[in-house]
């Protein structure tokens, strides 16, 4: 019997992981903290309502008394943080969230493991921290450690946090990084779902700058496949990077979602590049391949399909989160708990 706690299960990847280790763990039960901030929609958890194993609390991860009883209560043996604020042009505007959520409560859920001797902790984070490439390499886990924005500064800040603790308490901790995920519920704010829903609306399509920065794009499935294969086979104070060797051109992606939709290229609009916008990311994944046995199953020919598809078959679940119906399905279905 294993019990896991996951943070920040509402957001996009979160609703995607719990949703497998349902599916795929059955016997286990899945403690689901998040706050709901603007990125988590409990609506993408409406499968799981009724769901006895799948425990879902509205709360904060640097909530220290909160995270402590729910450690205690359900003797969760496994923490996976994924709580956190996302977006790099929301850190451009207001990093000071980025800092309390991804710093401070990251080293909050840390310290509550230790005490409550939890067995494992995998911290999620991002190739972001380790900054921009040149036209040619990919980041390894020794890769110096240079993030460019606020949001890659706090998420390297919290790596730095999680690996002091299994060397400093000798705690089980693994940090995962991860290039860009696509797939369905991803918050319209993200390129890929941001591209599709403007262009489903007929509304212009921003690309910052030139649109030659380069990402280096993984299915969201297959990141939580990731996950599991480090929560089952990872070695403690270890970090793995994640990616699918799928490196494109923003401007690319955008044309080519734009031929899924059968829409013109007349919609793409070049704006204001971001400041301090990374040039080009691309990992490598071998460590991750050859010692945690996982890799990479879906295709982007056949991954972005299915995205396009997704948010065209579900425009009401994309509609509700532009016009800020979303946030009140928690109420309206949980009542005030
Ligand atoms: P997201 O913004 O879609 O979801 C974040 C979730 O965290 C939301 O549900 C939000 O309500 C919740 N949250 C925020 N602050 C919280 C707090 N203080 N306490 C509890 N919950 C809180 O993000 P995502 O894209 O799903 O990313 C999840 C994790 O994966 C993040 O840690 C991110 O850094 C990392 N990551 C994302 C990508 C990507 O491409 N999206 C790639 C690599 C790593
Ligand atoms: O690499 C992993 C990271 O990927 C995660 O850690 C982050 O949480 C996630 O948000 C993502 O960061 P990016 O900054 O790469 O993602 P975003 O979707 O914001 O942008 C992808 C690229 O597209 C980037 O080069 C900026 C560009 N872009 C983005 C938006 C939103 C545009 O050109 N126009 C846009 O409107």
Not at 57 to 77: F, K, P, Q, Y
Not at 132 to 159: H, I, M, N, R, V
Request: hydrophobic letters at 40%; one cysteine or more; glycine letters at 10%.
């Amino acid at each position: 019997m294993t019990t896991v706690l996951v943070t920040g299960g509402a957001g996009f990847i979160g609703s995607n992981l719990v949703g497998l280790l349902r599916r795929e763990r059955p016997e286990w039960t899945v403690v689901n903290l998040d706050k709901l901030t603007y990125a988590g929609n409990a609506e993408s958890l409406a499968d799981l309502r009724h769901d006895p194993k799948h425990v879902f609390v509205r709360g904060d991860i640097a909530d220290a008394d909160l995270v402590d009883h729910l450690l205690r209560e359900h003797a969760v043996d496994a923490i996976l943080n994924l709580a956190a604020e996302s977006h790099v042009d929301r850190s451009i505007l207001g990093p000071g969230i980025f800092v309390e959520t991804n710093v401070s409560g990251t080293q909050v859920l840390l310290e509550c493991a230790r005490q409550a001797k939890v067995k494992r902790f995998v911290q999620v984070s991002t190739d972001e921290v380790y900054g921009s490439l040149g036209p040619a390499g990919k980041f390894t886990e020794e890769s110096p450690l240079q993030p460019s924005s606020p949001y890659s500064a706090s998420k390297a800040a919290a790596d730095l946090l999680a690996l002091a603790y299994a060397r400093t308490y000798g705690m089980d901790v693994i940090v995962t990084r991860c290039s860009n995920n696509y797939g369905p519920y991803q918050f319209p704010e993200k390129l890929i779902p941001l591209m599709i829903t403007n262009a489903l609306e007929g509304r212009r399509l921003p690309v910052y700058g030139d649109g030659l920065q380069v990402r280096d794009w993984i299915h969201v499935v297959d990141h939580c496949r990731a996950l599991l294969a480090a929560l089952d086979r990872g070695k403690g104070g270890e970090v793995y990077n994640f990616g699918s060797d799928n490196e494109w051109p923003n401007l690319e992606i955008v044309q080519r979602l734009l031929e899924l939709l059968g829409r013109g290229r007349e919609l793409i609009e070049h704006v204001k590049d971001r400041p301090g916008h990374d040039r080009r990311y691309a990992i490598d994944a071998s460590k991750a391949r050859r010692e945690l046995g996982w890799a990479p199953q879906v295709s982007f020919a056949q991954g972005l399909e299915q995205t396009v598809r997704w948010y065209q078959g579900n425009r009401g679940w994309w509609e509700r989160v532009r016009s800020g119906e979303y946030r009140s399905w928690y109420e309206r279905n949980y009542g005030a708990r």
